[in-house]
């Protein structure tokens, strides 16, 4: 043999059973054998049907719930969870209480996927999706004094967007980075003058969606999501003085 030693790319790594456990629900779970509500079986028959032993079960289920995919009852067993936006991202929430530069990464994302959202909106989106949108914005104007009220209608108002772009992986993201950002929104709804900021840049994305201009939409909404991310940074700030 000759040229010197071979290099292989890379040594094989020795898989815990609980991941290889884990795995393979998840495997059921993308395949579609196993959906939402799905009860899992009883620990040791799971257990038995894996050839595998109960503490490794134990394990993988545990680390599923951390992951947001299943559900444990006490004394009912394990569920797939709703798979939803909110029980999947826990995990990425957590990482962006660690540092504020996550932050500013997730509205960095957000607004390069706003933006063309809006822009294929402004093409695509029906007459009866932008009255919608008017008696959504007409609906946040009497919502100043009642944050959670308004970030339930705001939500919707960017909903209905994302449904207009009629791109459902631009809709599902959409839906997942503003999910991921909701703790955090939550503390800034509550700043006076807040959402009276996001009605004005609501406003503003409404015409342009309305004069099916797809750059003023794009446009619009990537201010707003810098209003967005400079009202929560100006109240993370504030939090961390008190």
Same mark, same amino acid.
């Given at each position: 043999?000759?040229?010197?030693?071979?290099?292989?790319?890379?040594?094989?790594?020795?898989?815990?059973?609980?991941?290889?456990?884990?795995?393979?629900?998840?495997?059921?779970?993308?395949?579609?054998?196993?959906?939402?509500?799905?009860?899992?079986?009883?620990? #040791?028959? =799971?257990?038995? !049907?894996?050839?595998?032993? &109960?503490?490794? @079960?134990?394990?993988?289920?545990?680390? /599923?719930?951390? %992951?947001?995919?299943?559900?444990?009852?006490?004394?009912?067993?394990?569920?797939?969870?709703?798979?939803?936006?909110?029980?999947?991202?826990?995990?990425?929430?957590?990482?962006?209480?660690?540092?504020?530069?996550?932050?500013?990464?997730?509205?960095?994302? #957000?607004? =390069?996927?706003? !933006?063309?959202?809006?822009? &294929?909106?402004? @093409?695509?989106?029906?007459?009866?999706? /932008?009255?919608? %949108?008017?008696?959504?914005?007409?609906?946040?104007?009497?919502?100043?004094?009642?944050?959670?009220?308004?970030?339930?209608?705001?939500?919707?108002?960017?909903?209905?967007?994302?449904?207009?772009?009629?791109?459902?992986?631009?809709?599902?993201?959409?839906?997942?980075?503003?999910?991921?950002?909701?703790?955090?929104?939550?503390?800034?709804?509550?700043?006076?003058?807040?959402?009276?900021?996001?009605?004005?840049?609501?406003?503003?994305?409404?015409?342009?969606?309305?004069?099916?201009?797809?750059?003023?939409?794009?446009?619009?909404?990537?201010?707003?999501?810098?209003?967005?991310?400079?009202?929560?940074?100006?109240?993370?700030?504030?939090?961390?003085?008190?």
């Amino acid at each position: 043999m000759s040229g010197g030693p071979v290099a292989f790319d890379a040594p094989i790594v020795r898989q815990r059973v609980a991941d290889i456990v884990a795995r393979r629900i998840l495997d059921l779970v993308m395949a579609g054998v196993l959906k939402k509500g799905d009860q899992l079986p009883p620990e #040791r028959e =799971l257990a038995a !049907s894996l050839n595998v032993s &109960r503490p490794s @079960v134990r394990e993988a289920i545990r680390g /599923l719930a951390i %992951l947001g995919v299943v559900v444990t009852r006490q004394g009912g067993g394990a569920y797939i969870s709703e798979l939803d936006a909110e029980a999947l991202l826990g995990p990425i929430q957590f990482y962006l209480s660690l540092e504020k530069m996550n932050v500013a990464e997730l509205y960095e994302a #957000r607004s =390069l996927i706003e !933006s063309d959202v809006a822009r &294929r909106a402004a @093409v695509h989106m029906e007459g009866a999706a /932008l009255v919608a %949108l008017e008696a959504e914005l007409a609906a946040q104007a009497g919502m100043e004094s009642d944050p959670e009220a308004f970030r339930v209608s705001d939500y919707r108002f960017h909903e209905i967007i994302w449904q207009g772009a009629r791109n459902a992986f631009l809709k599902r993201i959409g839906e997942s980075l503003n999910a991921v950002g909701l703790d955090f929104r939550k503390r800034a709804s509550e700043t006076p003058g807040v959402l009276k900021q996001s009605m004005r840049d609501h406003r503003i994305l409404l015409d342009a969606l309305s004069a099916r201009d797809p750059d003023a939409a794009a446009a619009a909404a990537a201010q707003h999501m810098k209003n967005v991310y400079d009202s929560t940074i100006a109240q993370s700030d504030n939090g961390n003085q008190s």
